[in-house]
């Protein structure tokens, strides 16, 4: 669980910190009026409840607002009852893994009587199979569960579901000059993705592609979990076809977000779930866990480029943590964090900014919205609503490690 950690500095100060804390108590009103008036968000991390209540935790960590003392519990213990009712996969942002992983990161784990023993054995049940027929990423698939047991490791059953993900996660490499990836075929896609990537397709987002992959691949090899080869050597071939992938794109990202057969490259935003914010935060934190200097260095070069992009050329259109402005203030408060730059300071106080600059009162929840082309949205949840938003504004405010982050591969439980 997170405490208020030494070595975590506010960004913000002055009108800037206290905007944003001013948005970071409307999100709160906002939330617990919706609790509080019975929604049905159902009861999942990306969108529901579960993310909810994470955010009010680290609401209660800070002390940043009063009023709200139970918030927590009352969103967690809807998201359990909902749980039991629905039938829900588990996957890591819809479904019964991501509840268990909030759970577990605000209330730990006890021998006596352990709350997500049901999940454990589940788990360990779905991945008895000889081959993984699904997908293999964060956000739906298999490396959304080995976060879960990243998370919950040495408790439970999480040795025997992370040495799985990890058996899957090696059987679906295939060599690539240079390192090692892993293919997307067609039956695994959605229609419409179908319909435009006929032949399947390598994807390279955090969300949905090979970075995930290198980052539970490493986290295991860390833990010494062992495969038919070594976890750790397997993630850096996944890093370093990868970090062959960057195209020189001077005004916008440098990673594409999917490479189809034919070698088309799909040009992306820049986000954290697609693009090189997401995949410069990914490759820090892989690089602090296993001491590799020279992929810090990588993951630096990419972030600094990042931060010459022309605005105009993130396509940046919301606040979300997805792939808006706190997401990317997020990140590079990240790097300032780890490596005292101020210049990473300053991005990432410049996306705060921009963040702020699409709060509007009285709409959406607590004053953001989700763009949607030309429709907004109103979110509340983590990954594309107030909640990710109110979390991100925290973490630049006070002085409480956001730990919430390692759902996002930005930091790592290990």
């Known amino acids: 669980m997170a405490d208020p950690a030494p070595n975590w500095r506010p960004i913000i100060e002055g009108d800037l910190a206290r905007r944003a804390a001013a948005a970071v108590e409307n999100i709160a009103a906002d939330l617990m009026a919706l609790g509080e008036r019975g929604h049905t968000?159902?009861?999942?991390?990306?969108?529901?409840?579960?993310?909810?209540?994470?955010?009010?935790?680290?609401?209660?960590?800070?002390?940043?607002?009063?009023?709200?003392?139970?918030?927590?519990?009352?969103?967690?213990?809807?998201?359990?009852?909902?749980?039991a009712r629905a039938s829900l996969w588990y996957d890591l942002f819809q479904g019964v893994t991501g509840v268990a992983w909030v759970h577990h990161h605000i209330y730990g784990f006890s021998n006596d009587g352990d709350d997500l023993e049901e999940v454990d054995d589940q788990l360990v049940k779905l991945l008895d199979k000889e081959k993984w027929p699904l997908l293999y990423d964060l956000i739906t698939g298999l490396a959304g569960i080995g976060v879960y047991a990243l998370e919950r490791w040495p408790h439970g059953r999480s040795g025997q579901i992370l040495e799985s993900v990890v058996r899957h996660l090696l059987a679906a490499?295939?060599?690539?000059?240079?390192?090692?990836?892993?293919?997307?075929?067609?039956?695994?896609?959605?229609?419409?993705q179908r319909g435009k990537y006929p032949h399947g397709y390598y994807n390279l987002g955090v969300a949905h592609g090979i970075p995930a992959v290198t980052a539970v691949l490493a986290a295991a090899g860390k833990l010494g979990v062992k495969g038919s080869r070594s976890p750790l050597e397997a993630a850096r071939q996944t890093a370093q076809w990868l970090l062959a992938c960057r195209q020189e794109r001077p005004a916008a990202s440098s990673f594409p977000s999917i490479i189809a057969l034919d070698g088309k490259h799909e040009p992306t935003r820049l986000g954290w779930c697609y693009g090189d914010g997401g995949v410069a935060g990914l490759l820090l934190a892989v690089s602090r866990m296993i001491g590799d200097e020279e992929l810090a260095g990588q993951a630096e070069q990419i972030a600094q480029r990042a931060m010459r992009i022309p605005e105009e050329g993130t396509r940046v259109a919301d606040a979300p943590l997805c792939h808006g402005a706190t997401g990317l203030a997020h990140i590079f408060n990240r790097f300032f964090q780890a490596t005292g730059d101020e210049t990473y300071r300053d991005a990432a106080r410049f996306w705060i900014e921009r963040a702020l600059a699409f709060h509007r009162p009285g709409q959406g929840v607590g004053g953001f919205q989700a763009n949607r082309g030309e429709e907004w949205d109103d979110f509340p949840g983590f990954l594309e609503g107030a909640a990710g938003v109110g979390l991100a504004l925290l973490a630049a405010i006070h002085a409480v490690e956001p730990a919430w982050d390692r759902l996002l591969l930005l930091s790592m439980a290990v």
């Open 41 to 83: 968000l159902g009861p999942s991390m990306g969108v529901g409840d579960a993310g909810i209540g994470l955010f009010f935790h680290y609401l209660h960590l800070s002390r940043a607002v009063d009023g709200y003392a139970g918030a927590s519990r009352l969103f967690m213990d809807r998201a359990f009852e909902d749980v």
């Open 173 to 192: 490499l295939e060599p690539a000059t240079p390192g090692a990836t892993i293919f997307t075929p067609p039956h695994l896609l959605v229609r419409e």
